[in-house]
């Protein structure tokens, strides 16, 4: 895990902004980190990168302490923040050379080490340009490229996909695709699941600075699905009729204890099958099989797939935030 926290606690005064977060990030994750405003991601991204003491509790950054091994975590560590400074008078390759120089980058090597972040970035037309013209979405691949200057493993970046457009956000996509194939681990927060759906391969839901729910996006799917269901096509043996063909493949169905119901499938026409399924991927293998080893034609056999949005509506369920949308 490169990061882990234990009990993390951080209160301001008497509000209670984390509580009690036990969080855990493998290497090389794309870790979406989702949750209204005020729900503590800020406050826990300044944590990770020790720009903030919490409360109470722990936290590693690949091992080492936020609190006790701060430089460590530092040169693991790259923040890009949530709002972009006022750089004025600064051009983007100056803008770079200003923060090489602020973690001790050699001078001799910051020309090559700029040029390769701006391409990376895809901003080398940019150079020469003034920081402050640039638009959001160029600033935002600027921030970036900065906080990739020491070449940290791990990113953490506070809600980069906000008040961008959706061009923007699609070139921010392609370049974290392209971080991860670098071999980055990349945590990201975003106070909207959709921004975040499609290019994460773990999530965390974050409310009211508690954790309610975090793991890869299979396992967070699979435990608040507790049976899921299956479409099956059968073709009917030579000379036998569909309708008995499906009574047969159902019956076969049902002699496996995971499968908890089997029904006809809502407006198929021809009719076909549907089954409530409490096994995991091995266990419908193995019920494929035993259909076909019992003579059934399976011409299609497929679980319904539930999607992330589908996911964070149940697990923010009664809570406040699931309710305003
Ligand atoms: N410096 C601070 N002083 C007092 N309260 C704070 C401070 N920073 C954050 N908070 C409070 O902590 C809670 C979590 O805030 P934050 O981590 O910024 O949430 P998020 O980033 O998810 O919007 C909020 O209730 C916020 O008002
Ligand atoms: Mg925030």
Do not use: W
Not at 111 to 118: A, F, G, V
């Amino acid at each position: 895990m490169i990061v882990e926290t234990k009990g993390l606690t951080q209160r301001y005064g008497g509000t209670v902004a984390l509580n009690q977060l036990n969080l855990s990030i493998p290497q090389g994750a794309v870790y979406g980190f989702i949750g209204p405003n005020g729900a503590g991601k800020t406050t826990t991204m300044r944590i990770l990168t020790t720009l903030l003491l919490p409360s109470d509790g722990e936290a590693y950054v690949a091992g080492h302490s936020v609190a006790r091994e701060r430089a460590a975590v530092r040169r693991q560590v790259g923040f890009m923040p949530d709002f972009f400074g006022v750089y004025d008078n600064m051009k983007s390759a100056e803008y770079l050379d200003f923060f090489a120089a602020s973690y001790a980058i050699a001078p001799a090597k910051r020309p090559k080490l700029i040029d390769d972040l701006l391409a990376l970035v895809d901003l080398s037309h940019k150079k020469e340009a003034e920081v402050m013209g640039l638009s959001r979405g160029m600033k935002q691949r600027l921030s970036l490229a900065r906080t990739m200057l020491h070449d940290p493993a791990l990113l953490i970046l506070d809600e980069p996909a906000s008040g961008l457009d959706p061009r923007a956000r699609v070139e921010l996509r392609e370049l974290l695709k392209e971080l991860r194939s670098l071999g980055k681990t990349i945590m990201i927060s975003s106070h909207i699941l959709t921004e975040l759906a499609e290019m994460c391969t773990h999530i965390g839901i974050i409310e009211r600075g508690n954790l309610l729910a975090s793991g890869d996006v299979a396992t967070i799917m699979h435990s608040l699905q507790p049976h899921r269901i299956f479409e099956v096509h059968v073709l009917p043996a030579e000379g036998e009729e569909l309708a008995a063909a499906l009574v047969r493949a159902a019956a076969l169905a049902k002699t496996q204890p995971q499968v908890l119901a089997t029904r006809p499938l809502p407006d198929a026409n021809p009719p076909q099958l549907q089954l409530d399924f409490g096994g995991d991927d091995r266990a419908a293998g193995a019920l494929l099989a035993q259909l076909i080893a019992g003579g059934v034609g399976v011409t299609h056999f497929a679980g319904q797939v539930s999607d992330l949005e589908e996911i964070f509506m149940r697990v923010t369920a009664g809570s406040a935030y699931g309710g305003t949308s």
